[in-house]
């Protein structure tokens, strides 16, 4: 598909930067990770064995796995061939395999293809199975590299003094590099929680018990067998369950990648006002204009584009996670459509996760305009200045300080200077006290 005509920008406009998502999340590697579901299944039951499979020779087996592992966009156009007559995904590649079992010789053992299941034990592992290895493969390392690049960039500006503002005021001086350590922080913290969150499998047949199962081999654990199934695959099986997974588990893992957007969200703005307030500036980029009608603009696009992706992409997190544990009765088929954009926030999180890479690689210390800013606001010295004088007793040290710097006028060093000189201290405290400056006034 030419990507001019492509309805999202997911595969249109920034196609290139979310390329890698189509082994997990397109309609072809949703039919791949069913069929390896299948052949996985059957393999499992051949290693039980069933007794109608106890023949089935073992050396077979990489050739049934070559069915996933060398999976074409031919054999996913097959099998859309055959759901135009079956009208049911799931069947469709049911029926795929068993002419593919045909080729292979093994048509005497192909109605163990998707024994006693039901189409969602086959659903609820195939998405959350590719989910699992888009993020292990794609999205942690991206993120990964960005959370490197902020370390590098907190380690290179540690010792660079810098106005601090809350609510958007003055206040006590911190250091850039202390500021950036604090998102580095915070987004290790939410890594470590999302690789934590167990990726849920179901496998239960028709409405969760297993019924197809026991009725034909009621000799064997089967709930056993389920759980030593899906723990193959890497998952952790939901049991009990209806005839889907209650998705609660899954509803955690968006949950826990919203919160690191919400982090990313929360940089992108601090970098968007650090630039406004021209503690940094962008490098240039040859040929790129800022404004189609300002030839002075160099905007931050980056981290506009990012807060824009970022917060769409938690539009649907929140939605998933809030829509699919929510079924009628044993199921209703709205989980399957919606669990169809899964790829879609991962893809959005993707591109702003690259764009704030690209946003921050671009940013230049404007280290003058810093220090200018705390030269202009000396009256932020006060609470270190008070904090002294409380220790050494002296009356109502805030209070001084309060009046001296509320009074409408600019607290300059000279300010300060003089109101030190007035107290009636020692004359090492003094000395302590001029020691203080903006400059220095910013913690360990």
Same mark, same amino acid.
């Given at each position: 598909?030419?990507?001019?005509?492509?309805?999202?920008?997911?595969?249109?406009?920034?196609?290139?930067?979310?390329?890698?998502?189509?082994?997990?999340?397109?309609?072809?590697?949703?039919?791949?990770?069913?069929?390896?579901?299948?052949?996985?299944?059957?393999?499992?039951?051949?290693?039980?064995? =069933?007794?109608?499979?106890?023949?089935?020779?073992?050396?077979?087996?990489?050739?049934?796995?070559?069915?996933?592992?060398?999976?074409?966009? @031919?054999?996913?156009?097959?099998?859309?061939?055959?759901?135009?007559?079956?009208?049911?995904?799931?069947?469709?590649? @049911?029926?795929?395999?068993?002419?593919?079992?045909?080729?292979?010789?093994?048509?005497?053992?192909?109605?163990?293809?998707?024994?006693?299941?039901?189409?969602?034990?086959?659903?609820?592992?195939?998405?959350?199975?590719?989910?699992?290895?888009?993020?292990?493969?794609?999205?942690?390392?991206?993120?990964?590299?960005?959370?490197?690049?902020?370390?590098?960039?907190?380690?290179?500006?540690? !010792?660079?003094?810098?106005?601090?503002?809350?609510?958007?005021?003055?206040?006590?001086?911190?250091?850039?590099? #202390? @500021?950036?350590?604090?998102?580095?922080?915070?987004?290790?913290?939410? =890594?470590?929680?999302?690789?934590?969150?167990?990726?849920?499998? #179901?496998?239960?047949?028709?409405?969760?018990? =297993?019924?197809?199962?026991?009725?034909?081999?009621?000799?064997?654990?089967?709930?056993?067998?389920?759980? /030593?199934?899906?723990?193959?695959?890497?998952?952790?099986? /939901?049991?009990?369950?209806?005839?889907?997974?209650?998705?609660?588990?899954?509803?955690?893992?968006?949950?826990?990648?919203?919160?690191?957007?919400?982090?990313?969200?929360?940089? /992108?703005?601090?970098?968007?006002?650090?630039?406004?307030?021209?503690?940094?500036?962008?490098?240039?980029?040859?040929?790129?204009?800022?404004?189609?009608?300002?030839?002075?603009?160099?905007?931050?696009?980056?981290?506009?584009?990012?807060?824009?992706?970022?917060?769409?992409?938690?539009?649907?997190?929140?939605?998933?996670?809030?829509? +699919?544990?929510?079924?009628?009765?044993?199921?209703?088929?709205?989980?399957?459509?919606?669990?169809?954009?899964?790829?879609?926030?991962?893809?959005?999180?993707?591109?702003?996760?690259?764009?704030?890479?690209?946003?921050?690689?671009?940013?230049?210390?404007? @280290? !003058?305009?810093?220090?200018?800013? +705390?030269?202009?606001?000396?009256?932020?010295?006060?609470?270190?200045?008070?904090?002294?004088?409380?220790?050494?007793?002296?009356? #109502?040290?805030?209070?001084?300080?309060?009046?001296?710097?509320?009074?409408?006028?600019?607290?300059?060093?000279?300010?300060?200077?003089?109101?030190?000189?007035?107290?009636?201290?020692?004359?090492?405290?003094?000395?302590?006290?001029?020691?203080?400056?903006?400059?220095?006034?910013?913690?360990?």
């Amino acid at each position: 598909m030419d990507p001019l005509m492509a309805i999202s920008p997911v595969d249109g406009r920034y196609a290139g930067k979310t390329a890698e998502l189509a082994a997990f999340f397109s309609e072809y590697a949703l039919m791949r990770y069913r069929v390896l579901v299948e052949v996985e299944y059957f393999i499992a039951l051949c290693e039980k064995p =069933l007794p109608q499979l106890s023949e089935i020779d073992p050396a077979v087996f990489p050739q049934l796995r070559a069915l996933y592992g060398d999976f074409t966009t @031919e054999d996913a156009a097959r099998i859309k061939e055959i759901e135009k007559r079956t009208n049911h995904d799931v069947k469709a590649v @049911e029926y795929f395999l068993k002419e593919r079992f045909a080729a292979l010789g093994l048509d005497l053992y192909s109605e163990f293809i998707h024994f006693g299941l039901t189409s969602q034990d086959i659903n609820n592992t195939a998405t959350p199975l590719s989910l699992k290895e888009a993020l292990a493969e794609v999205y942690l390392p991206a993120l990964r590299e960005l959370v490197g690049l902020l370390s590098e960039r907190a380690a290179l500006w540690a !010792d660079v003094p810098m106005l601090a503002h809350t609510h958007g005021q003055p206040a006590s001086p911190t250091r850039l590099g #202390k @500021e950036l350590d604090v998102f580095v922080v915070r987004l290790k913290e939410q =890594l470590r929680q999302l690789e934590e969150r167990p990726y849920p499998g #179901k496998f239960g047949g028709a409405t969760g018990n =297993l019924n197809a199962h026991f009725v034909a081999y009621p000799d064997i654990d089967w709930n056993a067998f389920a759980e /030593s199934f899906v723990a193959s695959l890497g998952l952790k099986r /939901s049991w009990p369950t209806t005839h889907i997974d209650h998705y609660d588990n899954l509803s955690a893992i968006f949950d826990a990648l919203r919160r690191i957007n919400t982090v990313l969200v929360d940089l /992108s703005r601090d970098c968007w006002m650090y630039i406004s307030m021209e503690y940094f500036t962008q490098q240039l980029v040859a040929g790129e204009v800022g404004s189609s009608t300002m030839p002075h603009k160099i905007n931050p696009i980056d981290f506009e584009n990012a807060e824009g992706n970022l917060t769409y992409a938690n539009a649907i997190y929140d939605y998933l996670s809030e829509k +699919l544990p929510v079924s009628r009765l044993q199921r209703d088929l709205t989980d399957s459509t919606v669990s169809r954009n899964i790829g879609v926030p991962i893809a959005h999180s993707l591109i702003a996760i690259r764009s704030l890479e690209k946003g921050i690689g671009k940013l230049i210390l404007n @280290e !003058d305009r810093v220090a200018q800013d +705390l030269e202009r606001n000396w009256a932020v010295v006060a609470e270190g200045i008070q904090t002294v004088l409380r220790r050494e007793g002296f009356p #109502k040290p805030y209070e001084a300080l309060k009046a001296l710097t509320r009074t409408g006028e600019h607290i300059t060093k000279e300010t300060i200077s003089r109101f030190i000189d007035s107290l009636d201290i020692d004359d090492d405290v003094k000395a302590e006290l001029h020691a203080i400056t903006p400059h220095t006034y910013t913690g360990r």
